[in-house]
């Protein structure tokens, strides 16, 4: 795992605190959610983890909340790749510099997400089903061809819901 990856592992996971401290419920999604789904489940993976981003989704009821609490806390708003704004309407990126480090967060709002809740570090830590995830990833291969970090992300996810070891919620 990089340095980068290694600080918006933590980062995420300081954000998603404030945030509950605010009553916004940040969901994990995105590469850093397989990241630390994979963490969660104890598995050895081949995969090097090289994130550049941290990706949340956030109830629609809550969005507007959520990209005040941003701005809050020192970030500003930031170009939108089109690759990102295609997946939803209701999506923002934020960028800060913390500890010398810029931190890109983006965030999508949908009136339903269909979680899981895991354990890291003693906090809960609520992420996007993998089914969901899946499926994301499943587009993904489609629209860029196979890949292996794509391959092996579809893999686990695949074990994971195979596997059946998480309770599906869904918040709105």
């Known amino acids: 795992m990089t ?3 290694e600080f918006l592992l933590k980062k995420a996971q300081e954000l998603i605190l404030k945030a509950k401290a605010h009553k916004i419920d940040l969901v994990v999604c995105g590469g850093l959610a397989i990241h630390m789904l994979s963490d969660f489940s ?4 081949t995969r090097a983890w090289n994130h550049k981003d941290i990706d949340f989704l956030v109830p629609l009821s ?3 909340k959520t990209i005040a609490f941003f701005k809050e806390i020192g970030f500003v708003r ?6 990102k704004s295609r997946l939803t309407k209701n999506n923002i990126r934020f960028a800060n510099v913390i500890e010398g480090q810029k931190i890109l967060v983006d965030v999508y709002g949908l009136s339903i997400i269909p979680i899981i809740r895991i354990t890291c570090n003693e906090s809960e830590i609520t992420l996007i089903s993998p089914q969901f995830e899946l499926e994301n990833w499943l587009d993904r291969k489609k629209r860029l061809g196979s890949k292996p970090a794509i391959n092996l992300t579809i893999n686990f996810l695949n074990e994971v819901i195979r596997k ?4 599906e ?4």
């Open 169 to 172: 919620e869904e918040i709105c």
């Open 78 to 83: 930031a170009f939108i790749p089109t690759k």
């Open 62 to 64: 809550q969005f507007s």
């Open 3 to 5: 340095q980068k990856s």
């Open 42 to 45: 104890k598995r050895n993976s």
């Open 164 to 167: 059946d070891l998480f309770k």
